[in-house]
């Protein structure tokens, strides 16, 4: 029965030895399946189907439940079938072909106050210790924020890619199409300053330590 063969795998679960919140997380989650499962006459292992699952999952997510509540409980789900194969209970996983919600992605991004507290920061340190690394950090805030640019794609920057004169950028982008982006006269002001200081204390390092790249 659908009943025992889910404690069976809370049982399986605690020998392999998980967290005591994830095998909470498999109870509580696995415990709302096989209710629903017995509500709509389902008792048995054997007799749960894809439909019964994907039934289930639309149940959740019209009680509520977003797509990163309803993802974790199908993959509560599968893991147990996956366990009723192994053990030989069943041949095939109902729940593997159940697609997973969509989730949306949210990035958290620096505020202008973060940025500014940041950019502070690094001038204050210019004056005093490890003036070549707050000059080069500096730079690299301001580079990318001007610019859009990757990391990738100042990491391998070189002098030579910037043209001083018509305020332009040439990097590799997608695919490693070359591009040529127009930068402002901040930007420039900048990479010119920074430029001479490292002409200035012999550093070849655009960004990075060695040869005369960006980073």
Same mark, same amino acid.
């Given at each position: 029965?659908?009943?025992?063969?889910?404690?069976?795998?809370?049982?399986?679960?605690?020998?392999?030895?998980?967290? $005591? /919140?994830?095998?909470?997380?498999?109870?509580?989650?696995?415990?709302?399946?096989?209710?629903?499962?017995?509500?709509?006459?389902?008792?048995?292992?054997?007799?749960?189907? $894809?439909?019964?699952?994907?039934?289930?999952?639309?149940?959740?997510?019209?009680?509520? /439940?977003?797509? !990163? !509540?309803?993802? !974790?409980?199908? *993959?509560?789900?599968?893991?147990?079938?996956?366990?009723?194969?192994?053990?030989?209970?069943?041949?095939?996983? $109902?729940?593997?072909?159940? $697609?997973?919600?969509?989730?949306?992605?949210?990035?958290?991004?620096? &505020?202008?106050?973060?940025?500014?507290?940041?950019?502070?920061?690094?001038?204050?340190?210019? *004056?005093?210790?490890?003036?070549?690394?707050?000059?080069?950090?500096?730079?690299?805030?301001? &580079?990318?924020?001007?610019?859009?640019?990757?990391?990738?794609?100042?990491?391998?920057?070189?002098?030579?890619?910037?043209?001083?004169?018509? *305020?332009?950028?040439?990097?590799?982008?997608?695919?490693?199409?070359?591009? &040529?982006?127009?930068?402002?006269?901040?930007?420039?002001?900048?990479? !010119?300053?920074?430029?001479?200081?490292?002409? *200035?204390?012999?550093?070849?390092? &655009?960004?990075?330590?060695?040869?005369?790249?960006?980073?």
């Amino acid at each position: 029965m659908l009943k025992f063969a889910l404690q069976e795998f809370l049982d399986d679960r605690e020998f392999k030895n998980v967290t $005591p /919140n994830t095998l909470e997380n498999y109870k509580i989650m696995l415990n709302l399946f096989l209710d629903f499962c017995v509500e709509n006459g389902v008792v048995n292992v054997q007799d749960v189907t $894809p439909n019964i699952v994907k039934k289930f999952i639309l149940h959740s997510q019209k009680k509520g /439940n977003n797509a !990163s !509540s309803t993802n !974790s409980k199908l *993959q509560r789900i599968r893991a147990f079938f996956n366990y009723m194969i192994e053990i030989e209970v069943i041949e095939k996983n $109902p729940a593997s072909k159940i $697609p997973k919600a969509k989730q949306d992605i949210r990035i958290e991004v620096f &505020t202008d106050y973060h940025i500014k507290q940041m950019l502070n920061y690094y001038r204050r340190i210019k *004056q005093r210790e490890k003036v070549f690394w707050a000059y080069r950090d500096h730079t690299i805030i301001v &580079t990318l924020l001007g610019t859009g640019i990757r990391l990738s794609e100042l990491t391998s920057m070189k002098w030579s890619d910037i043209d001083f004169k018509n *305020q332009t950028l040439s990097v590799f982008g997608k695919n490693r199409k070359l591009e &040529t982006i127009p930068i402002t006269e901040k930007v420039i002001k900048e990479l !010119s300053a920074y430029k001479t200081y490292c002409e *200035q204390y012999q550093r070849n390092a &655009t960004f990075k330590s060695k040869d005369d790249r960006c980073l």
